[in-house]
């Protein structure tokens, strides 16, 4: 769905609206920001979110491609390694 991501970033609010929207950030292994259209945001911010509707979707959460653990993106911040 999205080539090279290592880890997608959901939230329910884009970050220049004031409105819920479906939002998804994509990293690679480095941590750099891939560019993504809007159609490959709303779809994996769609597919996560109903995947996991028991979450607070009012934060962040970080998707990790690699083990596929799905944790708040307050987390990922806090993490030391960082890597895939």
């Keep these: 769905m999205i080539p090279g991501a290592c880890v997608i970033r959901v939230s329910q ?9 479906p939002f ?9 920001l891939l560019i993504l259209n809007r159609a490959q945001r709303l779809t994996a911010a769609r597919w996560v979110i109903r995947a996991s509707p028991e979450l ?3 934060e962040p959460h970080d998707l990790d491609l690699v083990s596929g ?4 993106a307050a987390v990922g ?6 890597g895939c």
């Design 13 to 21: 609010r884009e970050p220049d609206r004031c409105w819920p929207s």
């Design 24 to 32: 998804a950030r994509a990293y690679d292994e480095r941590g750099r």
């Design 56 to 58: 607070d979707w009012d």
């Design 69 to 72: 653990t799905l944790r708040p």
């Design 77 to 82: 911040y806090a993490a030391v390694d960082g």
